[in-house]
Every structure is written in structure tokens, then in C-alpha cells.
């Protein structure tokens, strides 16, 4: 048999105990910030099997950096966008330019990333693999300026390829996201308007493109993770 245990949680680099009063009450914080929001913070801060430092003030940080600035509203601006431009219903483009490709070519890589990782417990690090590629779906935003597109009429042939190829790096971000933050995944997923179950989705075939058919309907979504005041 093999047990594997998580390395301490210090405060401060000491350990927590009575003696030293410093304790922190785990359900307190989780009714605070939110269940999903927490656990990430703990998955994304400890590597697996070493001590980890705690405090209150890196929680906060970490979830206005990580969750509400860059998941939150990647997932807001976009889903805002299909609605507004297009009132949430996108068709398969027929044609991709190569900033498409590259944005298709950093789905896959993430993709085996994340398993690569998982395989060796290494959470954390599966965690910065997915928000790398965050990150590269909101440089993709950026550099195809869809708000630039939609002010051009013969440019809507381009501007839904690029918020349709937006939606489907949002689907397997998604996916990625369920087992660290499941409850925060289903509200995007129902979202995103995806007829298939999440629960039945497979890492290894979630990169095939072109998986938001052309009943999917996207909806608006409230802030997931509404930035916190420390």
C-alpha cells in the first residue's frame, strides 16, 4: 500500500498551534471567500509534499490576481462579447489565421501539460500550466481586437472565428478547471451552453476543435469570483 500525505501548512514560517496562538479556522475561511476559491488557493500554493506558508493577506492576492482578474474576466468579456456582437449564437468558422493556430496549437500543449503534471501529483504546477494558457487566450483577445472587427461590416466573417475559437479555449479551460474548482466549472460550462455533461468530458480528446456546435447558445454569467477587499 502507498499513502501519500500532504506536506504543513506554517504561518508566518512556524508551525501552527495552540501554544502559539495562531490558529485559522479552514471552514471560517472557506465560508468567507467560497469553497472553490479556497481550495484552489491551497492546491495552488503547496507543492505536494512540502511545507507551505499561510496567511490571509497572499489568499486575497492570489484570488483577485489569479481568479477575479484573469479567469473572471476572461470568462465575463468574453461571453459579453458573443452576446453583444452576435446575441450569443456563433457558427464553426470556415477559414483560421495563423494566430488561430497557435492559440489551437497552446490548447493541446496545455492539455498534456496538465496530465504530465497530475501524474506526478504536482498540483501547483498543474495549476500554472492552466493559467498560462489563461493567460494566452486573453493575449489572443488583445491582439485580435474583436471590438475593433465589430465596427467593420465586411469583418463579422473574422470576428466570429475569432470569439468562436475564444468559446472553445474557454470549453477546455473549463474541463481543465472541474477537478480543482468544480462548482466554479459547471456555472461556466452551463454558460457556455454546451449540450454535452462535464461530468463525461476526457482530457485526452477534450482539444478537438470545433466542439461548440451550432445550436450552442451562450448566456451571461455574474462575476465568478468578484474581486475581494482585503
Known sequence: NHLNVHGYWNIDKNKISKSLGNIIKPLS????????????????????????????????NRLNSDLANDLGNLVSRSLAMVIKYFKGA?????????????LRSDASKTVEGVINQMDQLAFSKAL??????????????????????AKKEDQTGRLNAVLYNIVDALRVITVLLFPFMPSTA??????LGIKEDLHTQRLDDITEWGKIGESTTVSKIEPIFPRVEG
Open 29 to 60: 475561511l472557506k465560508d468567507k471567500y467560497g469553497l472553490d476559491a479556497f481550495r484552489y488557493f491551497l492546491m495552488r500554493e503547496m507543492v505536494f509534499g512540502l511545507d507551505a506558508n499561510f496567511s490571509e493577506s497572499a489568499l486575497v
Open 90 to 102: 456563433l457558427h464553426k468558422p470556415s477559414g483560421h489565421l495563423e494566430i488561430d493556430e497557435r
Open 128 to 149: 500554472i500550466v492552466i493559467w498560462g494558457f489563461i493567460a494566452a487566450v486573453n493575449k489572443y483577445i488583445d491582439e485580435s481586437t474583436p471590438w475593433t472587427l
Open 186 to 191: 459547471e456555472k461556466i460550462w452551463a454558460s
